[in-house]
Nanobody, 121 residues
Framework: VQLQASGGGLVQAGSSLRLSCAAS????????MGWFRQAPGKEREFVAA????????YYSDSLKDRLTITYDNAKITTYLQIDSLKPENTAVYYC???????????????WGQGTQVTVSS
């Protein structure tokens, strides 16, 4: 399984971004896809996750009001919309996938390379 994350960039505070994560390879066993982020000098933290059916979603408590995670079964791609971005949201955002959906990094076997999100004030 390979995961390709994209959609990051340099944006101004208050802007929105939509990150994408496309899965390829032996994807038939995948069910859950998640997003995590890691800011410089900080630990990787959970952002959002979704089950392949789209019926199960989890969000970080601190971010949930500004997040929307969706899943496109035909494209085997998950999308993360982040609204009202703030400078403290600057981080590398990673997508992950596994046969289950969870909120902990250890629950995911497959990881993408990450996409940098930088929010300027």
């Amino acid at each position: 399984v390979q995961l390709q994350a994209s959609g990051g960039g340099l944006v101004q505070a208050g802007s929105s971004l939509r990150l994408s994560c496309a899965a390829s390879g032996h994807t038939v066993m995948l069910y859950g896809m998640g997003w995590f982020r890691q800011a410089p000098g900080k630990e990787r933290e959970f952002v959002a996750a979704i089950g392949r059916s789209g019926g199960t979603t989890y969000y970080s408590d601190s971010l949930k009001d500004r997040l929307t995670i969706t899943y496109d079964n035909a494209k085997i791609t998950t999308y993360l919309q982040i609204d009202s971005l703030k400078p403290e949201n600057t981080a590398v955002y990673y997508c992950a996938a596994d046969s289950r959906v969870g909120v902990h990094a250890w629950e995911y076997t497959y990881w993408g390379q990450g996409t940098q999100v930088t929010v300027s004030s």
